[in-house]
């Protein structure tokens, strides 16, 4: 069983930054991808971003591209998430997700294991 750890949520006034850390753990594990989701209060869980851990392909969604910069340590087995320019509208809980297989990275169906989850709340 994989374990996840996010880190480095926080209050941030609008046009601020604040980077994410998610560390996985728990013995010998692959994998295909880590990925970030969001949930606002109210709504339903997005997909935020995702990086494939060997090809090193990083893929956004449109709300955030060009703001935040996903990235990962290999040997660390920790992924970031560096986000600029917060706009109040991108406050939500933040969750770290991975996956050994490699399905439908866009989709949170598309991970095996979760964080608990880093609050991000920006102020305007």
């Known amino acids: 069983q994989v374990q996840l750890k996010e880190s480095g949520g926080g209050l941030v006034q609008a046009g601020g930054s604040l980077r994410l850390s998610c560390t996985a753990s728990g013995g010998t594990f692959n994998t295909y991808a880590m990925g970030w989701f969001r949930q606002a209060l109210g709504k339903e869980r997005e997909f935020v971003a995702t990086?494939?851990?060997?090809?090193?392909?990083?893929y956004y969604a449109d709300s955030v591209k060009g703001r935040f910069t996903i990235s990962r340590d290999h040997a660390k087995n920790t992924m970031y998430l560096q986000m600029n320019s917060l706009k109040p509208e991108d406050t939500a809980l933040y969750f770290c997700?991975?996956?050994?297989?490699?399905?439908?990275?866009?989709?949170?169906?598309?991970?095996?294991?979760w964080g608990q989850g880093t609050q991000v709340t920006v102020s305007s």
């Open positions: 997700a991975h996956t050994q297989y490699g399905h439908i990275l866009r989709s949170q169906n598309g991970y095996e294991n």
């Open positions: 990086f494939t851990w060997s090809a090193g392909n990083a």
